[in-house]
């Protein structure tokens, strides 16, 4: 069988502000999985039992398929469907009356769709994780990233299952890699959201006067100790706007934007002191609200001022065999092995505490 390269994403379980019980999120999984269903089944012996509606997408389902745990480790994959969906098809055999294939010009094939056969259905996607202790890691689908693994495990553990309280919840966040960083945490001297900034926009001194965009009057930016820069481009930028200013100023705001001109907002976090580096607490804070963010959108710059993008956040790339040559599906036994591999691997390198 041959392999493929996938990139394996790192994530731990938030605990600060008594938002999960004090077991940890492995064992909570085992236990939410050998829960008896009202009907006597365990969630364990029946798939169906675990299928969980989509927030805002209430057409799709989510469900663990795959599901195999011992006393530390969980493992499984989650599959992403819609019930009745149909798939479009494209006719590449020729055609009624038509000579060999190649021989007769044809200027477009036929598309069409169908439904997948009886007593099946089309999959969205599959993503595969893996839960050790507090430790998650997981090979992501674009139907299936962290955003909504946090969702299903909510749902499962709380809404389905009720093996955490009523007001704890799943949030699974992001990490930095120190090692790629160039050093301590600490020593992080920027962050950037959001697309690569063009050649024409610059940072602005601290101390230069701006035009009020929506007033023509004039505000002066304080001087201070920049601890960081968040950038965001585009539906990102507005997004920031509309959280900043609310609906009504954001809408005022855009709608005084030449319409060729592009969006680039950045937001200063900043302090009056004198120390120039990130706390321990805003790091935290921030590895959490950017654990969704699609990966090459988030940037670090360092204290050797290297800047680092895919890398900047814990994850690696490892070979997963495939079921069979070609297939996009993957051998489950491979998948486990190798998520097990990557969290043996960050244990030794220092990156996470087993």
């Known amino acids: 069988m041959d392999s493929k390269y996938c990139t394996i994403h790192y ?6 502000g008594d938002v999960f019980p004090q077991k940890t999120l492995a064992k909570s999984i085992i236990d939410a999985m050998e829960m008896s269903h009202k009907n006597g089944t365990k969630y364990s012996k029946d798939w169906r039992l675990r299928i969980a509606s989509v927030p805002r997408t209430p057409d799709y389902r989510r469900f663990i398929n795959d599901y195999h ?81 946090e969702e299903y495990l909510t749902w499962l553990l709380r809404d389905e299952t009720e093996t955490i309280e009523r007001d704890h919840f799943v949030e699974l966040q992001a990490a930095f890699d120190i090692s790629s960083v160039g050093g301590d945490l600490e020593d992080v001297t920027s962050i950037e959201i959001g697309g690569l900034i063009p050649e024409t926009v610059r940072d602005t ?14 505000v002066e930016v304080v001087e ?15 997004k920031i706007i509309e959280d900043l200013l609310g609906p009504m100023e954001a809408k005022k705001l855009m709608d005084s934007i030449p319409p060729d001109a592009a969006l680039d907002v950045t937001v200063n976090i900043g302090y009056r002191a ?6 321990k607490e805003f790091m935290r804070n921030l590895a959490s ?15 050797d001022g290297a800047i680092k993008g895919d890398e900047a956040r814990l994850q690696t790339s490892m070979p997963v065999k495939r079921i069979r ?7 489950l036994v491979d998948a486990r092995n190798q998520l097990i ?10 990156k996470i505490t087993a």
Request: charged letters at 35%.
């Open 325 to 331: 040559d070609g297939s996009m599906l993957l051998d």
């Open 341 to 350: 591999r990557v969290y043996h691997r960050f244990v030794e390198d220092g």
């Open 205 to 218: 001194d601290e101390q230069t006067v701006h035009p009020a965009p929506t007033s023509g009057k004039t």
């Open 274 to 279: 004198k120390k120039r580096k990130f706390e």
């Open 69 to 149: 745990s011992n006393d530390e480790v969980v493992f499984g994959n989650v599959c992403v469907f819609t019930p009745g969906e149909m798939q479009a098809l494209i006719e590449i055999e020729r055609r009624e009356g038509a000579e060999e294939a190649g021989r007769v010009p044809i200027e477009a094939v036929d598309i069409a769709e169908d439904r997948a056969p009886d007593g099946m259905e089309y999959l969205r996607g599959i993503a595969y994780w893996l839960a050790v202790n507090d430790h998650f890691f997981m090979i992501q689908h674009t139907a299936m990233q962290t955003k909504g693994m």
């Open 224 to 238: 201070r100790s920049t601890v960081g820069d968040l950038r965001a481009m585009f539906d990102k930028g507005k």
């Open 11 to 16: 994530r731990r379980l938030r605990r600060d």
């Open 289 to 303: 609200g950017l654990r969704n963010m699609p990966e090459g959108e988030v940037r670090i710059r360092g204290k």
